[in-house]
């Protein structure tokens, strides 16, 4: 089993790889709070290694199901937040989406609707939108589906 490395800051993960982030993403099947702590500070950190999209994708599905504490909510919707505002964001980035939106959903929408009409970029106004199709307060539809 391959060790994650790194200082606690969120630069040490620019060098793990993919089997590493496996085991990792392992142990929030468990539930375990190291695991959930450690899955939180890779889901944040701006790295662009192999495989490091799609190990922030299934470690986003699998915290769904998840205890998050209030601090690590706030952390992670503002910092997918901020990637959606910013038009940083890689492959799979609806998976951080909908984990932002089960976390915090008024926060989430607000973003969205402030990117959707705000952002000169257009893919960031696109997934914006998106977003925005997944209001059920506002959507005449069940979204709740896609979620």
């Known amino acids: 089993m391959a060790a994650v490395t790194g200082t606690g800051s969120l630069r040490g993960f620019e060098s793990t790889d993919n089997g590493a982030l496996y085991d990792l993403a392992e142990g929030l099947v468990f539930k375990d709070v190291d ?7 890779f889901i944040r950190a701006e ?7 799609r190990a922030r994708a ?5 915290l769904k199901h998840c205890v998050v504490n209030p601090e690590q909510r706030e952390q992670l919707v503002t910092c997918i937040t901020g990637r959606l505002g910013a ?5 799979q980035f609806y998976d951080q ?4 939106i089960r976390l915090d959903h008024q926060t989430t929408f607000a ?9 000169p970029k257009d893919y960031v106004r696109r997934f914006s939108s998106w977003v925005l199709k997944h209001d059920k307060v506002n959507s005449s539809s069940d979204s709740s589906r896609l979620i």
């Open 35 to 41: 695991a959930i702590a450690r899955s939180i500070e």
């Open 47 to 53: 790295t662009r290694g192999n495989w490091h999209g």
């Open 58 to 62: 299934m470690m986003c599905r699998m």
């Open 87 to 91: 038009g940083n964001f890689s492959e």
């Open 97 to 100: 989406l909908r984990l932002a």
């Open 111 to 119: 973003a969205a609707r402030k990117f959707s009409s705000e952002s």
